[in-house]
């Protein structure tokens, strides 16, 4: 079976554009994650969704950011405008929740820079 | 918040030695992950602990949740240049549903 799956892996754009990250979890996972990795700050988690609801977005850095799920197999994560300080790997992770059993399957990231 | 504090922040090892690193919360813990991320790649789960006290061994890779459900540690035994990676321990809080990682430990096995 196929993993999380992440695209583009790599995005180089100039500040005050707009970024899309996009993210299809695992099939039948019915929660997903949104982390951002920097050096500084670590592993942070974004905002989550359970059944394509948001459930807590208290981790979305500013208004710029915004995360969709329109369906149980895809979801997006937006900046409007970028910035460089958005330099950072994006992860999406999928999890079936309520299984009791937390492990969260990680997609191999977008390593987004903002020049 | 609460947080994790992994220790150390790095470790730079000789091929076949055995490496050894801790995890602690100023909260308690009733599950304890541990992930490792390689370069490139997304954390993988490698064991997950659920009760104080548990021992869980992955081959060379051995885990325990302390028995204060405050700490846990990792050891991995003659490691080997794959090894290279960086390792967070990670959990849910209590009543909570986020998982909140550490600032991992970054393993450098020199051959």
């Known amino acids: 079976d196929a993993g999380v799956i992440q695209s583009p892996r790599h995005e180089v754009t100039e500040m005050g554009q707009e970024v899309t990250l996009r993210c299809k979890p695992i099939?039948?996972?019915?929660?997903l994650f949104w982390y951002r990795q920097t050096m500084m700050r670590g592993l942070e988690l974004l905002i989550y969704?359970?059944?394509?609801?948001?459930i807590d977005d208290s981790g979305m850095p500013e208004d710029r950011f915004s995360a969709k799920m329109p369906n149980a197999s895809f979801s997006t994560l937006k900046i409007q405008p970028s910035e460089p300080r958005d330099s950072a790997v994006y992860f999406c992770a999928s999890i079936i929740w309520g299984t009791g059993f937390n492990e969260q399957f990680f997609g191999p990231g977008t390593r987004l820079t903002v020049l | 918040g609460q947080q994790l504090n992994q220790s150390p922040q790095s470790m730079f090892i000789q091929e076949g030695e055995d490496v050894s690193m801790n995890c602690t919360s100023s909260?308690?813990?009733?599950?304890w992950l541990w992930y490792k991320q390689e370069p490139g790649e997304g954390p993988v789960l490698l064991i997950a602990?659920?009760?104080?006290?548990e021992l869980t061994s992955n081959g060379r890779l051995t885990a325990q949740f302390g028995i204060t459900r405050k700490d846990s540690f990792l050891n991995i035994s003659a490691s080997i240049p794959s090894d290279v990676g960086i390792y967070f321990c990670a959990g849910p809080p209590p009543g909570g549903f986020k998982t909140i990682f550490g600032a991992g430990t970054r393993l450098f096995v020199k051959a």
């Open positions: 099939s039948g996972h019915n929660s």
């Open positions: 909260s308690i813990f009733n599950t």
């Open positions: 969704f359970n059944n394509n609801v948001p």
């Open positions: 602990l659920y009760k104080a006290g």
